[in-house]
């Protein structure tokens, strides 16, 4: 029997491939290429990036601001989402990223159905495509992300959350993904990556029935790392978010990229291949600066001083 790779399983190949010889860069599939136009100077910014400074310098925030649609996945804002992260990508000076709202009560509400309404069956499903490639560029992000959960974030809008490696929630989030009550499934990564949070029961349970969760049942399913109880401000995942950057921020930079990197790889294959994953990541950390400057401030008793060397 002869069996033809398709495109995709030849372009996952060539993904892995890429992989296993070191490049960071991760390409982008045929159906997102073109899927989403830059955004024109005249449109309004719904998705920003902001460096913070002083104490905070080294963290980055994507500030999600579609204000009339609720975050919803629109065209713009899928486009804009995936200028922040290009930038992201290549800029070594940031060592924690948090992607957050600006829209009160709301963290991402998923796709826009008014936007999808409009589009042929050709056309919706190059453009979930286009989605499922963002969510992979999110999650192959060097850095540490983490996702601040002050609101609802439903079907698109968790598969979001469940693409960065951290999520905070506030008490009163809701979060699910809803596809199934909509005659669909997940399509931007949902169907796999939260299997991979919350177990394979667990996700099939919560994909089935459509449900929502609040941030007390996310944060026992695992699917959150810290749930808070919401302030007055409406921005307690937020904070949160931020309090865990801080304790991100000291460690060494390269270290905690190639820990990403050897568990994010690690995850996929056997213990034997994750081993050997580990210890080529472990072999990127060995000539460098901060490894030295680690050893040393030990030995000296002092706090270390990394700069990313």
């Known amino acids: ?175 699910g993904l809803i596809e199934t009550t909509r005659g669909l499934l997940p399509g931007a990564g949902g169907s796999q990556r939260l299997p991979r949070q919350v177990g394979f029961a667990v996700a099939k349970e919560l994909i089935f029935t459509g449900q929502r969760v609040g941030g007390e049942r996310a944060l026992q399913l695992g699917l959150v790392n810290r749930m808070v109880e919401q302030n007055e401000a409406g921005d307690a995942a937020y904070r949160e978010a931020l309090q865990l950057a801080r304790e991100i921020l000291p460690q060494a930079p390269i270290a905690v990229r190639m820990a990403k990197e050897a568990m994010n790889r690690g995850i996929e294959v056997d213990i034997s291949t994750g081993m050997a994953i580990e210890g080529m990541c472990y072999a990127r950390v060995i000539p460098t600066r901060d490894r030295q400057e680690g050893m040393a401030a030990f030995i000296e008793k002092r706090p270390a001083r990394y700069t990313g060397e």
Do not use: W, Y
Request: hydrophobic share 45%; net charge positive; proline share 4%.
């Open 1 to 175: 029997m002869t069996f033809v790779r398709s495109p995709l399983v030849r372009s996952c190949a060539r993904l892995r491939l890429l992989r296993a010889l070191g490049t960071r860069s991760v390409p982008t599939p045929c159906c997102a290429r073109g899927s989403h136009a830059r955004a024109r100077p005249s449109e309004a910014a719904e998705v920003e990036l902001s460096r913070l400074e002083g104490g905070d310098a080294g963290i980055a925030e994507v500030l999600m601001s579609r204000q009339r649609a609720r975050n919803s996945l629109g065209k713009a804002f899928v486009s804009q989402m995936r200028e922040a992260v290009a930038t992201l990508r290549h800029d070594s000076a940031v060592r924690v990223v948090v992607v957050r709202s600006t829209v009160p009560g709301v963290f991402c509400a998923g796709a826009d159905l008014k936007e999808r309404a409009q589009m042929t069956n050709a056309e919706a499903e190059h453009f979930v495509c286009g989605l499922r490639s963002l969510m992979n560029e999110i999650a192959f992000l060097p850095m540490p992300t983490i996702a601040a959960l002050d609101g609802f974030a439903l079907g698109g809008g968790l598969e979001l959350a469940l693409a960065c490696d951290l999520r905070t929630a506030a008490s009163t989030a809701q979060m």
